[in-house]
């Protein structure tokens, strides 16, 4: 048996940079992180000639087919076709958190599930063409709406900074800040459940028909990747750095009308008058989860204001995909 471990991410700023239809005139850019939050792919050998059918794939439904091209979850079928891995296993997926929530829990589903099968069929892969392999398969293969930040931060793990340009494979840096810094704002990342579940690539298929009117804004929101990275890196100053994110979910804001909702925006007034330096949904917009940055001294005093929400604690740096369990 392979089982892969794949963590979900949070974005801090620039998302919606890593679009390539944004980057294709020059650079985008995102600052963010994996959390210890994960997707978990099993794959066994199943010796499908003894039952009748060759192949189970195990996620909120069960499908049993005989071959993957029949299988209904997508993704899943590509990537097994890709990999030729169509027939005699099992597979069985398991998430930390649900899908659809704003952590790119779709892409570390991809990243994960490529990782198990080659794996299983004795390749070795690197954090760069797993990368490769997942953008390639998400946008070409399946035709989704999505960006590049997602297969990167579930493929090489911790508080990054990706840079993107036409035609070359992704720039991935570590963020460089003290411990003392690091655990200041590990500290002070709060994450509450708003409760809606939302498709992430509806948004942002609506933002890429209209990239050259929102541009200017995305401009906007790459220099602020800059300037928060000045904040972490030169300064160490997290308070700095969640007020710029309340000024960058403004602009997150001015997008799309569906980017925000009644109840997005009350979690947000409320967490900003409990005491939190800023914050912003991540993900597309629209639902998942909503983060706070937050100092210590108002922590109780946001989980009061947000009582009726379900409160997931975090932690950032989270190593990229692996493979646990080999035999």
Not at 48 to 70: I, K, M, P, W
Not at 93 to 108: T, V
Not at 170 to 177: D, Q
Not at 290 to 306: E, G, N, T
């Amino acid at each position: 048996m392979i089982i892969s471990k794949t963590p979900l991410r949070i974005s801090f700023f620039g998302g919606g940079t890593d679009l390539p239809d944004f980057f294709k005139s020059g650079r985008g850019a995102v600052l963010g992180s994996a959390i210890d939050k994960y997707i978990y792919v099993a794959i066994n050998r199943f010796y499908g000639r003894l039952f009748d059918y060759r192949l189970r794939l195990a996620y909120r439904l069960t499908e049993c087919v005989n071959h993957a091209s029949q299988l209904q979850h997508r993704p899943a079928s590509v990537i097994l076709s890709e990999v030729g891995l169509e027939q005699d296993v099992e597979i069985t997926l398991n998430a930390d958190l649900p899908a659809f929530s704003g952590l790119g829990s779709s892409s570390s589903f991809t990243v994960g599930l490529y990782n198990a099968a080659l794996s299983f069929k004795g390749l070795n892969i690197s954090p760069g063409e797993l990368t490769r392999l997942s953008i390639h398969t998400e946008r070409t293969l399946l035709h989704e709406s999505v960006g590049c930040q997602d297969q990167t931060f579930a493929s090489y793990g911790g508080l990054r900074v990706i840079e993107f340009f036409p035609h070359r494979e992704p720039v991935v840096s570590t963020l460089s800040i003290s411990q003392a810094i690091f655990d200041e704002l590990n500290e002070s990342v709060l994450l509450f459940f708003t409760g809606i579940k939302r498709r992430a690539q509806d948004l942002e298929s609506k933002k890429i028909s209209n990239i050259e009117v929102l541009r200017p804004t995305f401009n906007r929101m790459l220099a602020d990747v800059d300037s928060a990275v000045d904040l972490l890196q030169s300064k160490g100053d997290v308070e700095a750095f969640g007020r710029l994110l309340r000024q960058s979910w403004e602009l997150k804001r001015s997008l799309d009308p569906d980017v925000s909702s009644p109840t997005i925006d009350f979690m947000y007034q409320e967490g900003i008058r409990a005491g939190a330096f800023g914050g912003k949904l991540l993900g597309a917009g629209g639902g998942g989860f909503m983060m706070f940055i937050c100092p210590l001294v108002s922590h109780s005093k946001l989980r009061l204001a947000l009582a009726d929400f379900i409160e997931i604690p975090v932690r950032l740096g989270a190593e990229g995909s692996k493979i646990i369990h080999d035999g």
